[in-house]
């Protein structure tokens, strides 16, 4: 008898979301914040505090994407078709960025052009992963092993909620990661920053909570019936706990902790996501085990994976280290 190992490929695809919505967030945060912060200083600080980290924050996309090619390849084949323009949006808004990470400090640019780039492709990868996210929790229609509706299901009132809320979410993430790495003027800027964009993800948090469960029934019922509504009732508690904490830190102007409760908030969301749609990968109708490739080609798999996925782990953690501290103008980072 083989040993099941769907639920590992599980808990490994959903690190690799984790990490990417947590890591490249705060990054393509702090893009969207772009748009609102006019001071070429400012914002060169603001590209500064994440240029050395930004490109392998986006490893974990490349996990993910390719871990669900290779151990689900169903759910790959019905999720794709589904998403296929929000994904090529995202995909082009990445590339913009990117490029204008590398362009807007060469001698005699036109940084008025890739500072666009940087700020309006941050907005539509975020937005894009944001009705990805939407019509993931909606779901896909399935005839027999097949994706049956059509790539433009994602033009509905909840996805486009969901990209909404992600593009607030990833700004609370940039403005608590320019209020903890910046000084002076700006620094406050992104206080306030963080202030606002808390509401504003509590009021789509609320919203979302409030209308999944009154469009799936079944979601509804795992998490309202009895006695799940008392083993699922700290995730709600902790939510308000942790955003209490967040405002909290920000009045007394505490530097680290702000930035470590954004990313709570978003922990303890994807932990009620899990909640709401485990065990399916394409829901609602196909499971994890639906979906998995044989059992010979997960082993295979997951011989490679366990070798890279510590390394990809210390190299974020290593390199988190190594620029650690203040950015600053005159010296880049600066290790107080």
Not at 32 to 45: A, S, Y
Not at 55 to 68: A, K, M, P, S, Y
Not at 142 to 152: A, K, P
Not at 183 to 191: C, E, F, H, N, Y
Request: hydrophobic share 55%.
């Amino acid at each position: 008898m083989s040993l099941d190992l769907v639920p590992l490929w599980a808990v490994i695809l959903a690190i690799a979301v984790l990490m990417y919505v947590l890591l490249d967030g705060f990054d393509l945060g702090v893009g969207i914040l772009f748009l609102f912060r006019k001071p070429q200083e400012d914002r060169d600080l603001m590209v500064a505090s994440v240029a050395p980290i930004w490109d392998f924050n986006e490893t974990w996309l490349i996990l993910g994407g390719g871990g669900l090619l290779a151990v689900f390849p169903l759910a790959f084949a019905i999720i794709i078709p589904a998403v296929y323009f929000p994904i090529l949006v995202m995909l082009l808004g990445l590339l913009f960025r990117g490029v204008a990470f590398e362009f807007r400090d060469v001698p005699n640019a036109r940084k008025w052009i890739w500072d666009r780039a940087f700020s309006y492709g941050s907005l539509l990868a975020t937005l894009a992963q944001g009705v990805v996210l939407g019509n993931f929790i909606e779901g896909f229609p399935v005839e027999g092993r097949s994706f049956s509706g059509t790539s433009w299901d994602w033009i509905a009132p909840f996805p486009l909620l969901t990209g909404l809320g992600l593009v607030v979410g990833y700004s609370l993430l940039g403005a608590t990661w320019l209020y903890m790495k910046t000084q002076g003027d700006l620094q406050q800027w992104a206080r306030r920053a963080a202030n606002i964009t808390l509401v504003g993800i509590l009021l789509f948090i609320a919203m979302v909570s409030i209308w999944t469960p009154m469009v799936d029934a079944r979601i509804a019922d795992r998490w309202l019936s009895m006695p799940n509504i008392f083993y699922f009732s700290p995730v709600p508690i902790l939510t308000a706990a942790i955003a209490w904490l967040l405002w909290y830190s920000l009045r007394k102007e505490r530097e680290v902790l702000p930035f470590l409760c954004a990313m709570g908030l978003f922990f303890i969301s994807f932990i009620g996501l899990i909640i709401s749609l485990w065990p399916y990968v394409a829901p609602p109708s196909v499971t994890l085990w639906d979906a998995a490739t044989a059992p010979m080609s997960q082993q295979f798999l997951i011989v490679g994976t366990m070798f890279l996925l510590p390394v990809i782990l210390l190299y974020v953690f290593w390199s988190y280290w190594v620029f650690r501290g203040k950015v600053r103008s005159d010296i880049g980072y600066h290790h107080l």
